[in-house]
């Protein structure tokens, strides 16, 4: 069956420009999360939903950073006003609903900013 | 200090070797425990979870101290495929409305190059 799919795979913004990136999780997936990959790091929680609903968002690194949910499935992550430490992979994850219950990774967008 | 440690590495090993990886978490309320693998420029993948007994998948073992907030990897027979960065992970194992301890923590990653 289909994994998680993200979109676009790669983005190229210049500084101050606006993003809009798109993850489509495993069909009936309740969990889904963003994490954010800088290069040379592992993955760091940003935001998670369960459903619709937006339960955590302590990762996201400053008011730029913004998530829906709206139909609790596919969800996306908008960056405000890019800089340049926001270049990096943005990941994103579905699992069912029990907390340790295996996360599916999608292949990543990985945003570079200039 | 990082909630999840590992040595980076490089680890450049032969084919054929045994490799041991390590890894300490600092909140000792973590209750899931995983190793995930990540290939170059692609997203990590669940190699194996990790549990107090020990367990093997098999040419990989894994096991975890409680105690000691310690988990480990062992690779043996390493085969050129093995080549990869190995991400230690934790998880606090429970979610609250509003609270987010179904994220994953990761560690930065060893990375294993096996040689021929």
């Known amino acids: 069956g289909a994994g998680v799919s993200q979109s676009p795979r790669y983005k190229v913004a210049k500084r101050g420009q606006d993003v809009a990136l798109r993850c489509d999780p495993i069909s009936g997936h309740v969990s889904l999360f963003w994490y954010q990959q800088a290069l040379g790091q592992g993955p760091e929680f940003l935001t998670y939903?369960?459903?619709?609903?937006?339960?955590?968002k302590s990762g996201l690194p400053s008011d730029r950073f913004f998530a829906e949910r709206p139909e609790g499935s596919v969800s996306t992550l908008k960056i405000q006003r890019t800089q340049q430490e926001d270049s990096a992979v943005y990941l994103c994850?579905?699992?069912?609903?029990?907390?340790?219950?295996?996360?599916?990774f999608g292949p990543g967008t990985r945003l570079t900013v200039l | 200090r990082k909630e999840v440690e590992q040595d980076p590495g490089p680890f450049n090993v032969p084919e054929g070797a045994t490799v041991a990886f390590n890894c300490t978490y600092s909140n000792s309320a973590s209750q899931s425990f995983f190793w995930y693998r990540q290939d170059c420029r692609k997203e990590p993948k669940l190699l194996m979870s990790?549990?107090?007994s020990g367990n093997e998948d098999g040419r990989f073992t894994a096991q975890l101290n409680r105690a000691s907030q310690y988990i480990s990897l062992l690779i043996r027979d390493s085969k050129l495929s093995d080549s990869a960065t190995y991400l230690c992970?934790?998880?606090?194992?429970?979610?609250?409305?509003?609270?987010?301890?179904?994220?994953?923590?990761f560690g930065k990653g060893t990375k294993l190059s096996v040689k021929p």
């Open positions: 990790v549990y107090s």
């Open positions: 994850a579905s699992s069912t609903l029990t907390a340790t219950d295996t996360q599916y």
């Open positions: 939903f369960q459903n619709e609903a937006q339960l955590d």
């Open positions: 992970v934790v998880n606090l194992g429970y979610m609250n409305y509003g609270g987010s301890q179904g994220n994953l923590i």
